[in-house]
C-alpha cells in the first residue's frame, strides 16, 4: 500500500515536513524533508564511509547527531519512499513551525535508543509533536510472537520427552 518506493533520488518532489522511509537491508531509516534536496535525520557520532552502516551504528550507540544532508547522500543504493503514513491518525503540526523545530536540532547531539528514541521517533516528533514508531511495535510484537512459539516448543519437547522415561 502507498506509493511506491522510488531510486537514487536527485531531489525530492515532495512539501517540506514530509516524513521519507528509506529501506535499509535489515530495517527502515527515517528523515524528515526539509526542502531544496535536503532532509534532516539522527546518525551516529562517529562518521563513517556508508549511509547504511552509519545507521545501523546507531543502533549500538546510545548517542546520535542530528544532520542536515542531502537525500540523495543519505539514501545511497537504497530505495525509499514518502510516507506520511500517521497523517491519518495525527495531524501534522504547521510546516513553518516542523521546520524551525527541525532546525533547532541541526548538529545536536540527542539520546539514540531503538525502542524508545530512534529515526523513525525523532521525524514524527517533528512531523507531530509525538514521536512514534510502527517499525518498534512490529519488531516487539514479532519477538514476543517468536518468543511465545519457542517456549510452547519447548514445553511440548520436554512434555515428550517425560513421557518417553515413563515408558522405558
Known amino acids: 500500500p502507498g506509493p511506491q518506493p522510488q531510486q537514487r533520488p536527485q531531489q525530492c518532489l515532495c512539501p517540506p515536513g514530509d516524513l521519507i522511509e528509506i529501506f535499509r537491508p ?3 531509516h527515517w528523515v524528515l524533508y526539509l526542502g531544496d534536496g535536503y532532509v534532516i535525520s539522527v546518525t551516529p557520532i562517529e562518521e ?5 552502516l552509519a545507521s ?9 547527531r542530528v544532520r542536515m544532508q542531502l ?4 539514501v545511497g ?3 525509499y ?7 491519518s491518525t495525527r495531524t501534522p503540526l504547521p510546516v513553518k513551525m516542523i521546520i ?6 541541526i548538529n545536536q547531539d540527542v539520546s539514540y535508543d531503538v ?3 530512534n529515526c523513525e521517533h525523532f521525524v514524527t516528533q517533528l512531523r507531530y509533536g509525538e514521536g512514534v514508531s510502527d517499525q518498534v511495535r512490529r519488531a516487539v510484537g514479532t519477538a514476543g510472537v517468536v518468543t511465545a512459539v519457542l517456549g510452547a516448543v519447548s514445553m511440548l519437547g520436554l512434555a515428550w520427552s517425560r513421557s518417553r522415561e515413563k515408558h522405558y
Open 26 to 28: 535489515a530495517y527502515q
Open 48 to 52: 563513517g564511509p556508508s549511509a547504511t
Open 56 to 64: 545501523a551504528r546507531s543502533v549500538l550507540s546510545r548517542k546520535a
Open 71 to 74: 537525500l540523495k547522500d543519505v
Open 77 to 79: 543504493n537504497d530505495t
Open 81 to 87: 519512499r514518502i510516507n506520511n503514513k500517521y497523517d
Open 100 to 105: 524551525r523545530r527541525a532546525e533547532s536540532y
Open 115 to 117: 525502542l524508545s528514541s
